[in-house]
């Protein structure tokens, strides 16, 4: 079945740090993974995107994540966390199954920045 | 302007009582969603809409109804509120695009539901 882990359900990092955020999917074909994040009271926002190519894709605000078909991740990395990043994070699958594509989300992880 | 507008954004209710969830979009998409969001259970599909005449259940569809107005309006409805459908929901809208089997969702900013 579709499914998208994401193990860390809180993550605390000082400001400053790297960062790296977990995601496991499980899907029979060819995946399209993003990831999304959630500020306090506000709606999801998309960070980056994989379809196919560069294994390594860059997104907004400093985010990369690389695709790794033998391990079945979508990890998401930031090299240096700003205050700002403090929010939730959603990794998702585009999943095709009952005749229609779908988005699979993962259960997020929460990151809390100290200063 | 926000793209996609969801009202109202917080909303108290009592148990038994209609209530609808709108959402709009300037986006100019065809396809909208509604999901609920809870704690440790991440983004729950409830309808999906592809066109005005097109609706679908999603994976946690009972309990709720939703109303396809026009192309920019999506409407979710509980029909009689029970305290279990306390949660965040969101509206979200996608494009279909030749080629490309999944496309960014766009999404609202929530609203915050809570059944007494």
């Known amino acids: 079945a579709q499914s998208v882990t994401q193990p860390d359900i809180h993550i605390t990092v000082s400001e400053g740090a790297s960062l790296e955020l977990r995601c496991n999917y499980s899907?029979?074909?060819?995946?399209?993974l993003f990831w999304y994040v959630q500020s306090p009271g506000q709606g999801l926002q998309l960070l980056l995107k994989?379809?196919?190519?560069?294994?390594l894709v860059q997104g907004i605000k400093g985010f990369e994540a690389e695709f790794k078909r033998s391990q079945s991740s979508f990890n998401l990395r930031k090299p240096s966390v700003h205050w700002s990043d403090a929010a939730e994070y959603f990794c998702?699958?585009?999943?095709?199954?009952?005749?229609?594509?779908?988005?699979?989300f993962g259960t997020g992880t929460r990151l809390q920045v100290f200063p | 302007d926000a793209d996609v507008t969801q009202t109202p954004r917080n909303r108290i209710t009592k148990t038994g009582k209609r209530i609808m969830l709108e959402c709009s979009q300037t986006?100019?998409?065809?396809?909208m969603y509604w999901y609920r969001q809870d704690p440790g259970l991440g983004l729950r599909l409830i309808y999906y809409?592809?066109?005005?005449?097109?609706?679908n259940k999603g994976e946690i569809s009972d309990g709720y109804s939703v109303s396809r107005q026009a192309q920019a309006k999506f409407s979710l409805s509980l029909e009689s509120a029970i305290p279990n459908q306390t949660a965040l929901y969101f509206c979200?809208?996608?494009?279909?695009?030749?080629?490309?089997?999944?496309?960014?969702?766009?999404f609202g900013p929530g609203t915050r539901l809570t059944v007494l």
């Open positions: 994989y379809f196919s190519g560069d294994t």
């Open positions: 998702a699958v585009g999943a095709y199954f009952d005749n229609t594509d779908k988005l699979i």
């Open positions: 809409s592809f066109d005005v005449k097109d609706i």
């Open positions: 986006k100019g998409h065809d396809r």
């Open positions: 899907y029979g074909a060819t995946p399209y």
């Open positions: 979200a809208t996608s494009d279909f695009a030749s080629g490309v089997p999944y496309n960014e969702q766009f």
